[in-house]
């Protein structure tokens, strides 16, 4: 999923104020973004299959230790511990927690079955609903929509900025996605996990958009 976990870094505004957007964006990211560094030092493999899907044509052939359920929960204990030593917000640290280990879930709704439940286990589970694009499509464009929905009504604008920043990073979200999705395949894994590293732009984007907008609400 992509769309999806950029919904879920919107909506986190509703039930976490007090943490930015590029902090959730990291947060609901988190796997994606040790995984391309997993990739390029060997540690994990992926294969590019056209065809292997009807949405992408990657084939995720070994990633436990970024993209298992066990060690998504430990990197979500370890993002929340962090996220509380610096910021001292027990709240808001449990649940960018909770969206680190989201992650996984909202892959295994779409992913085929790659996904371990621990490193070394066997057996790989997902549902596969990237075998249906317009079934893709439209889970990816609701979880966005929702979650830009939850954003507007937890925050707002206090400059232009702060609404052309935030339309921007949804239409180039929606454009990366669509490319992804019907465009060619990526040329070899190292591009793609180079690729994939310029993801962690959207972390100070994020930030940016927030300073130019405020909570409607504080807890």
């Not at 039930?15 to 994990?44: K, M, N, R, Y």
């Not at 732009?201 to 405020?214: A, E, M, N, S, T």
């Amino acid at each position: 999923m992509f769309l999806g976990h950029f919904g879920v870094a919107l909506a986190a505004k509703e039930v976490a104020p007090t943490a930015s957007l590029g902090t959730t964006i990291l947060a609901a990211e988190f796997l994606d973004s040790v995984w391309p560094l997993f990739l390029l030092s060997g540690v994990e493999t992926v294969e590019i299959v056209p065809g292997i899907t009807k949405v992408t044509p990657l084939d995720f052939t070994s990633y436990p230790w970024s993209h298992s359920l066990a060690m998504a929960i430990a990197w979500g204990v370890a993002f929340a511990a962090v996220y509380w030593l610096v910021r001292r917000n027990r709240a808001a640290a449990l649940w960018l927690g909770a969206i680190v280990v989201s992650h996984w879930f909202l892959d295994w709704v779409v992913h085929r079955p790659d996904l371990p439940l621990y490193p070394g286990e066997a057996q790989r589970h997902g549902l596969g609903l990237w075998n249906s694009v317009p079934i893709s499509l439209a889970l990816e464009l609701a979880t966005l929509a929702a979650g830009l929905a939850l954003y507007l009504r937890a925050t707002r604008a206090k400059d232009r900025v702060g609404s052309a920043a935030l339309w921007a990073l949804v239409a180039l979200l929606v454009v990366l996605y669509m490319g992804a999705t019907f465009g060619p395949p990526p040329p070899s894994v190292p591009a793609l996990a180079a690729s994939t590293l310029l993801g962690y732009l959207f972390v100070p984007w994020g930030w940016w958009i927030d300073r130019h907008r405020v909570p409607r609400r504080l807890p």
